[in-house]
């Protein structure tokens, strides 16, 4: 259990980029608003206005993810190995290169936008399953040699440990009972609100309620192989899962993005051959291609809907093995329950 809290935690620093980004992508849309009213004769005043608002803006996402992220990449794996980041930044550049300083400024707001409200999305799905985390119980009552009872803290426990559980305790890890009985609640473990009886020789998992007596259990599993910790694995691999477009996408992002560089530039320079098109209308149909050439919205798509839903199954308690798998319920036709359990909360309201 203690190395999925700390396997979880890292993943969370991996992906926290701080304050700084948001400040400056809101300082960079103030700046671009107050540039829509400086109009007649101080184009130049605007037109520097959207120049610090599109740097400020996309800083972090287009300078430190696109061009920074190339550059590590490429000499990580010794070729050119860009990524979607950067063709909105070239986009954006390309559009204030010809005079279209306003559609630029608007080409990074929309992207970075759309990247703060994807980290928002996964930020939001990892708090969810943080406070499943928070389920399971932290310290057990060990009985010692003597027969008396200390608190001890749960990942110090050993298979065959005796424990001791009052009425109202969680269940500390997975075990058998050795004396007594109680009614517990196992609606962590199996959705199931109505409370199970137990006796002697019966199996208890860890997270689980004890309801109205007190019973001496023995531990027969290791913090790592319980049920609850099983499951809370299986949460965390949704996260690394990805759905088969998102997977498609990521793969061949880099090859994408170099034909992209390549085909961009070829167009603008046969365009007005082929076409017969000015160089102004070239180049400038040549920065509408390759935006619209970007993939970075079907990317976020499919991130932010994966994200989105696993947050919410484990708001209410619903586990899926990986985004994979909850892309497949698309596709299916009709679903089959054992029990009314499954279906309700089980309280009369």
Known sequence: ?????????????????????????????ALSLIALFVNGENNL?????????????????????????TIE???????????????????AIGASLIGNFWEGTLLVLIFS??????DYAEGRSKREIT??????????????????????????????????????????IDGVIVSGSTSIDESSINGESIPKEKSKGD?????????????????????????????????????????????IIQKFEPKYVKFVLIAIPLFILLAPMLFDLTWSQSIYRGLVLLVAASPCALAAATVSVTLSATSNLAKRGVLSKGSAYLSQLADIQAIAFDKTGTLTKGKPE
Not at 45 to 69: D, K, M, P, R, W
């Open 45 to 69: 005043i605007q037109n520097t206005l959207f120049s610090i608002a599109s740097i400020s803006a996309g800083y972090h996402v287009i300078i430190l993810e696109g061009i920074g992220e």
């Open 113 to 118: 936008g759309a990247h703060f409200l994807e």
């Open 203 to 247: 199996g208890v998992f860890g997270s689980t309620i004890n309801g109205t007596g007190t019973f001496t259990m023995e531990v027969t599993k290791e913090t790592n192989d319980t049920v609850f910790s099983k499951i809370l694995q299986l949460v965390n691999q949704n996260q690394e899962n990805q759905t088969k477009a998102s997977s």
């Open 131 to 172: 406070k499943l985390l928070e389920m399971n119980p932290t310290t057990a009552r060990l009985i010692m040699q003597d027969g008396n009872t200390t608190i001890v803290n749960v990942s110090e426990l050993k298979v065959g440990d005796q424990l001791q559980v009052l009425n109202g305790d969680q269940v500390p």
């Open 73 to 91: 990449n490429s000499k990580r794996q010794h070729k050119f190995t860009p990524n979607s980041h950067i063709l909105m930044g070239i986009a």
């Open 1 to 29: 259990m203690k190395e999925i809290q700390e396997q979880h935690s890292h993943e969370n620093n991996s992906h926290d980029h701080g304050k700084m980004p948001i400040i400056l992508y809101f300082i960079g849309l």
